[in-house]
């Protein structure tokens, strides 16, 4: 009996707690009357064994540092959310509350230093400034393509998963990401939420809007920093970087070439289709690419929106009166490199080139007769298929070519622009000007004279052509046995 007393007094001694009794003064009320009842059945048996009493001490000293845990929760759980006054939207945090309140008050506290954006959040910021130093973090590990956030690259993975995980139920279009699924959503419904308040114009996307906008304020704030060209939307500075770069994401699956653009590898994709989805309501041709309809659509109204303020002649395309302005000008920027022949367009002198290199690369599936120059292999294309694109307003009459509509024309306005200089005789046509001089005028003194005068001279030996080309590359001869 003194053995067990004399352990009991050295009990408060040997206790490692520090604060029992505060954690007790802490406990809920709720946990209060089980402590009491634990209290009152652990007095008799305070006088047991050694081993018992440190196990019941033990828990003692756990138990009191787990329950006040457990009540916080339920105290956490208990408490009121925080609700926007505004809108009436729940928060569990008041730091995510106060930043919600800044899209109703407009306080937009984070400044980009470089050119004054401001945010609402830090981490907005913190992603805009990514444009400025071009930082990249994010990169893809299967083709190495790196992106500024986190999102972009995940959405860019599925593109290897070939992924679309989001389904529309309407049509069954797939899509990697919500919020496009949500706009796509709004196409069916022809729910437009977003509307410019200057001129009334309504947008599916917020994003679209804010491009809008710009419109009416001429900002420009995406700017490449290497030519100085700004532009309204991201997505056309990214792709013009692309232009720098010369980077070419977009692959053809049959052919292998690459696109800057998406858009211009689903044109392309169509001559291997085949595909003409534009088709004209009037005369039912169709076309590849929906500017073609848009030109086409013109020569039914016989609008010619464009004119040349020298001559008058009217034009459906801005490309071809820039081009017909340097007639006038007598401006021809591109030359070839082989004869020095010179160009107004840049496509004639692609033309041109293949006649040096011998290339043609445009071949006919059905034939197999190749060409030079990509309208000539349209023209020929209507042999097999039978179009005749073009039509005599007067009597109906179809043609293949624009020439032959044009020549045909002249049947019924009587015009003849091809005048015999010999003999003062008009035509038609070109071909019939020159039968008739090689049937009547060929020994004619004035024919030959005027025929002579024509011929461009080599200043060596004398020989003539007509064609500045021709003598050029004729001239090369003389310069090859020079030096052989």
């Excluded at 925080?82 to 309140?101: A, Q």
């Excluded at 299967?142 to 992924?163: Q, V």
């Amino acid at each position: 009996m003194d053995v067990k007393m004399g352990f009991i007094k050295e009990e408060p001694e040997d206790t490692s707690d520090p604060e029992p009794c505060g954690v007790k003064d802490e406990e809920p009320q709720e946990l209060r009357g089980l402590t009491e009842v634990k209290e009152e059945s652990q007095v008799p048996n305070k006088v047991q064994d050694n081993c018992y009493f440190q196990t019941l001490k033990t828990e003692e000293n756990s138990q009191p540092a787990n329950l006040p845990q457990k009540g916080h929760v339920k105290n956490r759980a208990r408490k009121k959310p925080l609700t926007c006054t505004h809108c009436g939207k729940n928060f569990s945090h008041k730091g995510k509350l106060n930043i919600h309140m800044r899209s109703h008050t407009g306080e937009k506290p984070f400044v980009c230093p470089q050119c004054g954006k401001r945010f609402i959040h830090r981490g907005h910021l913190n992603e805009h400034l990514r444009i400025h130093t071009g930082e990249k973090p994010y990169t893809c590990t299967h083709c190495g393509k790196s992106f500024t956030h986190k999102t972009s690259l995940t959405w860019h993975m599925r593109t290897h998963a070939k992924e679309s995980p989001l389904t529309c139920c309407q049509c069954g279009k797939g899509f990697k990401q919500q919020e496009k699924l949500a706009c796509h959503m709004r196409t069916h419904a022809k729910n437009n939420p977003f509307t410019c308040p200057q001129c009334g114009k309504s947008f599916v996307h917020k994003g679209h809007l804010n491009d809008h906008l710009r419109v009416h304020s001429g900002e420009k704030p995406f700017t490449c920093h290497l030519c100085g060209k700004s532009y309204r939307v991201k997505g056309y500075f990214n792709i013009h970087m692309r232009s720098h770069t010369g980077e070419k994401p977009f692959v053809c699956p049959q052919c292998g070439k690459r696109f800057i653009h998406r858009g211009h590898l689903n044109e392309h994709l169509r001559i291997h289709t085949g595909e003409k989805p534009y088709t004209c309501t009037h005369c039912g041709r169709s076309f590849t690419h929906k500017t073609s309809l848009t030109c086409h659509m013109r020569t039914h109204a016989k609008e010619s929106p464009l004119t040349c303020c020298q001559c008058g002649k009217g034009f459906k395309q801005q490309e071809k009166l820039e081009c017909h302005m340097r007639t006038h000008t007598k401006n021809n920027p591109l030359t070839c490199p082989q004869c020095g022949k010179s160009f107004v367009h840049k496509g004639h002198l692609n033309d041109h080139l293949r006649v040096h290199s011998g290339e043609k690369p445009f071949t006919c599936h059905l034939c197999g007769k190749s060409y030079r120059v990509k309208g000539y292999f349209k023209v020929h294309l209507r042999i097999h298929s039978g179009e005749k694109p073009y039509a005599c307003d007067q009597c109906g009459k179809r043609f293949i070519h624009k020439g032959h509509l044009t020549e045909h024309s002249r049947v019924h306005s009587g015009e003849k622009p091809f005048g015999c200089t010999p003999c003062g005789k008009c035509f038609a046509h070109k071909g019939s000007l020159r039968l008739h001089i090689k049937k009547y005028h060929t020994e004619d003194e004035r024919c030959l004279e005027r025929h002579a005068r024509s011929l461009k001279t080599c200043p060596r030996c004398g020989k003539g052509y007509k064609h500045k080309g021709h003598l050029m590359n004729h001239i090369k001869t003389h310069t090859r046995n020079t030096l052989t």
